[in-house]
């Protein structure tokens, strides 16, 4: 049996949403006009994306990939398994990543390099969760939530072996 986990809390619920709030605000006022592809990038969006499509006013369209680099380690393996591929047409939309963390940036950084190749009339990302302090892959963020601490983060759509993603809070984990 493993011993069970401390929880520190990084971000309330209330905080989240105001800058969730803001974001959808951002990104109305950017997409006046058009009809953006959202594609979320599974597991870990679903809670962000979730409330953030809920806040707009654009229309827009909605898919998702299922990315995964971490499985049950605590960093990237580096490599990224496609568990679900992209369905959508891409060339000529106005793309938008919606992706809970950039931590390495491995993940965001292979997903917008494919996208690139599609040719879409625009690409940018949009990311609840930077941990800058952990960056091996650049990637440019065009709408950011939070710049978080180099802690094990969990809650919010972030799981620790697949626990506690469905925490409506932030928090750090410790052993
Ligand atoms: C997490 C997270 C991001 C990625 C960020 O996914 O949801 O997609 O890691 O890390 P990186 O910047 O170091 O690539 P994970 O691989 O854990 O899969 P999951 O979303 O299904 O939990």
């Known amino acids: 049996m493993t011993a069970p986990k401390r929880l520190t ?6 905080e989240i949403s ?9 990104i109305d006022r950017d997409y006046q006009g058009k009809y953006p592809l959202f594609l979320g990038i599974l597991k870990g969006c679903f809670v962000f994306m979730a409330d953030l499509v809920r806040l707009l006013q654009v229309p827009v369209e909605i898919d998702f990939v299922s990315l995964s680099s971490y499985g049950s ?6 490599k990224i398994k496609v568990v679900q591929g ?6 000529g939309r106005d793309v938008l990543i919606i992706e809970d963390i950039v931590d390495t940036g491995i993940t ?8 690139r190749r599609k040719k879409p009339a625009s690409l940018k990302l949009c990311v609840l969760f ?11 963020i065009d709408y950011l ?12 759509g972030l799981d620790c072996d697949g626990s506690f993603r469905h925490l409506p809070e932030l928090y750090a984990i410790e052993d």
Request: charged share 30%; proline share 5%; aromatic share 10%.
């Open 9 to 14: 809390l990084i971000l309330t619920k209330e």
């Open 18 to 26: 105001r800058e969730v709030k803001r974001l959808a605000q951002e």
């Open 73 to 78: 380690a605590k960093v990237s393996s580096g």
């Open 86 to 91: 992209l369905r959508s047409q891409i060339k």
């Open 108 to 115: 965001a950084g292979y997903f917008m390099n494919y996208l």
């Open 130 to 140: 930077d941990k800058p302090s952990r960056r091996q892959v650049h990637v440019p």
């Open 145 to 156: 939530g939070f710049t978080v601490p180099d802690r094990f983060l969990v809650g919010y």
